[in-house]
């Protein structure tokens, strides 16, 4: 029995040794993934964005400017374009500020429950309109909500709908008023235009497509 040829398939030894390889190359590429993705994820500074260098998340002062989104063909889909200063609410927000205003905007759409019934980065619910890129959404953009609401500039206008929902019914699922103070449309608009200049790698999916819709009178929010 002891010279019996064992196939390599049922030894234990093989097995256990596959086994090590396999859980120590996983670990390593683990331990690269996790690095590249902070990497990837890390806010971008003021400094960054004066000097035009690009990062997926910029930074809080990115309210300091327009923001567009155009197809970028080497990836096919678009992206964020981040241009020229423009002020926001009348004015430009330092660094403190602006990080500030950002932390008041994510607590409170984290307080009002937004995602009960939106969806921002991926997260939340289908029932309203995805939030990912609600600052570039052409509604907001072609007059239609500034001319609503009395107001003159993109920003204004979202605050004052933000406030007073029911006064500006825009879609069959009306937005119910949820005591929205000033100060607090005033951050979760900024909340949303620093959404809109992550770079989410085309995500969501449709949003080119509702876009070119709601140019066409098709589609309402």
């Known amino acids: 029995m002891s010279g019996k040829k064992v196939s390599v398939w049922t030894s234990i030894t093989f097995w256990r040794r596959s086994a090590a390889w396999v859980t120590g190359t996983a670990v390593v590429l683990l331990m690269w993934l996790t690095f590249n993705t902070m990497g990837q994820i890390a806010m971008g500074s003021d400094e960054d964005l004066e000097n035009g260098v690009k990062k997926r998340i910029p930074a809080a002062t990115v309210i300091n400017y327009h923001i567009d989104y155009k197809m970028d063909e080497k990836r096919g889909h678009e992206v964020p374009v981040i241009g020229e200063k423009e002020p926001f609410f009348g004015k430009e927000w330092s660094a403190d500020e602006a990080a500030a205003l950002l932390r008041h905007g994510k607590l409170t759409q984290q307080a009002k429950n937004c995602m009960n019934c939106h969806t921002l980065l991926g997260n939340g619910a289908y029932y309203a309109p995805d939030l990912t890129k609600a600052w570039l959404d052409a509604k907001w953009n072609d007059g239609t909500m500034t001319g609503i609401t009395g107001k003159e500039t993109k920003e ?57 819709r709601l140019e066409g009178g098709t589609h309402a929010r």
Do not use: C, W, Y
Not at 165 to 172: I, R
Not at 177 to 195: C, Q, R
């Open 156 to 212: 204004e206008a979202m605050a004052e709908f933000l406030m007073h929902p029911s006064q500006f019914p825009t879609h069959a699922r009306m937005m119910p008023d949820l005591g929205i103070t000033k100060d607090e449309a005033i951050a979760l608009v900024a909340f949303l235009k620093h959404m809109s200049a992550i770079d989410t790698n085309g995500f969501p999916r449709n949003f080119s497509q509702s876009a070119k």
